[in-house]
């Protein structure tokens, strides 16, 4: 039985509108999650297979070599200067420990975690889990003299695509440390910047010599195609690290070792990384002005894998106009009551998917 304080799964609702996009003569465009389609890289399978016969358990650290080519990816990708290996924990995809992050950090009833106010659901639900009271707000000033115990952001956004600029990321972190509050980024689709160039929370310019209270959480299932891999890890403040790593230990946390060779290896391949950036730029480009030309009008959506779209309606009366096109999408109403007029079109479907959407659209 699914705990009270949960809400519903709610992909489940749209069990209706994907049967009606699959009964479209051409079959279902489904653009509704964000799970990826291409190809895994053979440098990343040949990494899995090459550890597969040892037998030994796992460190829930992580090997070395992970770490180490986490901090240089971070440095090498995105100019983040500052984190150690030591300071990096790999986690079984971004999404468990999401959802866990709460709990980990000993955030409990009584206590606040701030979430966006379109916000990807486990945001609500990780904090649901540890007992804390949510606050859905993108405005430090509605929160007023509270100290929430913890904050996310999401930059790029899912589900809007929008992109946090260096002076809200810094003003973030300097209102967070006067109230003793831990600041968690998640950072899954940093790599995928279209119309702007998203800088991580751990970067110089937004930390200020600091990485006290800060967290970044980073995920391989978008920018390498490891979604079925479950590869992520969350790095940041060195105290924050230890801790999260010191329960984790208890918990059996632990990333597998072959996907620990999965991981090092796909964060030191940035030919993979490109070519997979390419393949989204280029759908991207096939399927806004399609939707454009539709009659949606596009929002934010200058970076990550999705399109935040509106018809000026209901989002689950343009989900169901989608459907009768055989397009299935996911409803802004999932993110929360802001999303209540758009819907949410990802870009993971194979080039000859999205041509056929938008022929549909056109």
Not at 105 to 112: H, I, Q, S
Request: proline fraction near 8%; include cysteine.
């Amino acid at each position: 039985m699914i705990p009270p304080s949960l809400p519903d799964f709610p992909w489940d609702s749209l069990a209706g509108d994907a049967a009606t996009a699959r009964a479209h003569p051409g079959g279902i465009v489904d653009l509704s999650v964000g799970t990826p389609v291409d190809p895994v890289a053979d440098s990343i399978r040949a990494a899995l297979a090459s550890v597969s016969a040892v037998p030994g358990y796992p460190t829930t650290h992580g090997t070395p070599a992970l770490r180490e080519a986490a901090v240089a990816a971070l440095r090498r990708r995105h100019g983040v200067v500052d984190v150690e290996p030591d300071a990096v924990l790999p986690t079984i995809g971004s999404k468990e420990l999401v959802a866990w992050l709460p709990t980990l950090l000993g955030a409990g009833a009584g206590e606040t975690v701030v979430i966006p106010e379109l916000a990807y659901p486990t945001y609500e639900v990780g904090a649901r889990l540890a007992g804390a009271h949510v606050a859905r707000t993108d405005g430090l000033t509605a929160l007023g003299p509270a100290r929430p115990a913890l904050l996310w952001l999401n930059s790029p956004a899912n589900p809007t695509g929008r992109v946090l600029g260096v002076e809200h990321l810094r003003k973030v972190v300097e209102w967070a440390r006067e109230r003793g509050t831990v600041v968690v980024s998640d950072e899954c689709y940093l790599a995928l910047g279209w119309d702007a160039d998203p800088v991580s929370i751990l970067h110089p310019e937004v930390h200020g010599g600091s990485l006290d209270g800060l967290l970044g959480v980073h995920s391989l299932s978008k920018s390498a195609n490891l979604a079925g891999y479950r590869a992520g890890f969350v790095t940041g403040d060195p105290s924050l690290v230890r801790n999260l790593l010191a329960v984790r230990k208890h918990a059996g946390m632990i990333v597998p070792r072959p996907v620990q060779e999965a991981m090092t290896a796909a964060l030191a391949d940035d030919d993979a990384l490109h070519g997979q950036r390419a393949r989204y730029a280029a759908r991207r480009a096939v399927l806004r002005p399609a939707l454009e030309r539709a009659g949606l009008r596009i929002d934010h959506s200058e970076a990550g894998l999705y399109l935040w779209a509106t018809r000026g309606e209901p989002a689950r009366d343009t989900v169901a106009w989608l459907a009768e096109r055989g397009i299935l999408v996911a409803p802004g109403t999932f993110y929360g009551p802001g999303g209540a007029e758009h819907v949410r079109v990802a870009l993971t479907a194979t080039d000859e998917r999205i041509d056929e959407a938008a022929n549909r659209l056109g």
